[in-house]
């Protein structure tokens, strides 16, 4: 029944083939995850998308309460495991996470018949956290299970014979010394799988972040230009008319009347005129009309005295008794 119910749950939910693995390899029967089975976990976990996959799924079988908890112990069983003959991304995203792992070294859980279920938990958990403290100890636990799974492969297809003779021994090194250590193996991978995947997101975060500060910067160079510019017009069209080029002010002389009123009557005299306050008016000297000259034309004559006026004079040089006398 609860193998069915497991199905069930698996194509509701739509979950991957490294998920079914791994809820399989940590469900709740009474019996440890086969080392098939946790190898073939082991090796999804070298592929990126499983890999998250199945740290994800392992994360939440540890994080699982008291009554369930075969889900607990099995994912600890399964996360020692992938740890040692999975991708190494699964031992680095644990040690990322090393909290988690270390706050089940004190789970407790009490079953109806008075049994501490727990200690299985603790113990499997004080393992796999001496084991990523340690990296030498990690390293040689690592190449120890990898050459061991590689001689258990090369046995499988080797001959039945020596594949039967050296089953045993090639399947006791393989397999790991509990079902907690596989467990753990699992979670291990699970874990670097998650890291892997976030590292990826981080990445793509700083990318948009520095092509939106590149943005913001050319945009602001831009309305700095435009700002720039618009002063200059500005400036240009309300720029104030300024006094003749050379023109000295005269602090004790008259002001200085505007060139052009637009409202007045022109005004006749010349601006530079000087005002005399003490003496008479200055005379207006009346315009001498110019005759035009033409080119094509005759030229004047010259003024002729009229003979009134020579008639008169010849007379009274020729009488000079008519002169009067001052004396």
């Known amino acids: 029944m609860p193998t069915i119910r497991r199905t069930l749950k698996n194509v509701v939910k739509n979950y991957s083939d490294?998920?079914?693995?791994?809820?399989?390899?940590?469900?709740?029967?009474?019996?440890g995850p086969s080392s098939t089975l946790m190898g073939e976990v082991a090796d999804l976990t070298y592929n990126v998308v499983a890999f998250t996959e199945i740290m994800q799924m392992i994360w939440k079988r540890l994080n699982d309460d008291g009554k369930n908890w075969r889900h607990v112990y099995k994912a600890m069983v399964l996360l020692d495991y992938i740890?040692?003959?999975?991708?190494?991304?699964?031992?680095?995203?644990?040690?990322?996470?090393?909290?988690?792992?270390?706050?089940?070294?004190?789970f407790q859980y009490i079953d109806v018949d008075n049994k501490?279920?727990?200690?299985?938990?603790?113990?499997?958990?004080?393992?796999?956290?001496?084991?990523?403290?340690d990296d030498e100890r990690l390293k040689n636990e690592r190449t120890k299970a990898l050459k061991a799974k590689e001689r258990f492969a090369q046995n499988a297809m080797g001959s039945p014979s020596e594949s039967?003779?050296?089953?045993?021994?090639?399947?006791?090194?393989?397999?790991?010394?509990?079902?907690?250590?596989?467990?753990?193996?699992?979670?291990?991978?699970?874990?670097?799988?998650?890291?892997?995947?976030?590292?990826?997101?981080?990445?793509?975060?700083?990318?948009?972040?520095?092509?939106?500060?590149?943005?913001?910067e050319s945009k602001k160079q831009h309305d700095d230009e435009v700002v720039k510019i618009s002063l200059m017009l500005i400036c240009v069209h309300f720029q104030p008319v300024g006094t003749a080029a050379g023109g000295a002010n005269d602090s004790w002389g008259a002001p200085v009347q505007s060139a052009v009123d637009p409202w007045g009557v022109p005004n006749s005299q010349p601006a530079n005129q000087n005002v005399d306050?003490?003496?008479?008016?200055?005379?207006?000297?009346?315009p001498v009309a110019s005759q035009p000259s033409d080119p094509w034309g005759v030229a004047s004559p010259a003024p002729v005295q009229s003979q009134s006026s020579a008639g008169n004079i010849s007379h009274l040089q020729s009488n000079p008794s008519m002169v009067p006398s001052v004396f």
Do not use: Y
């Open 18 to 31: 490294a998920q079914v693995k791994v809820r399989e390899a940590t469900s709740n029967d009474p019996w």
């Open 83 to 106: 740890v040692k003959t999975g991708s190494e991304k699964v031992a680095q995203q644990c040690k990322e996470n090393f909290h988690a792992i270390k706050t089940l070294t004190s």
């Open 116 to 133: 501490d279920q727990g200690m299985n938990v603790r113990e499997k958990a004080k393992q796999l956290v001496a084991l990523l403290s």
């Open 164 to 216: 039967g003779r050296r089953m045993s021994t090639d399947a006791a090194l393989a397999r790991p010394s509990s079902l907690g250590e596989e467990e753990i193996q699992l979670q291990l991978a699970l874990a670097m799988s998650k890291e892997e995947h976030d590292e990826e997101v981080r990445k793509q975060k700083s990318d948009d972040i520095k092509l939106q500060l590149a943005l913001d």
């Open 277 to 286: 306050p003490w003496g008479s008016p200055a005379r207006v000297k009346q």
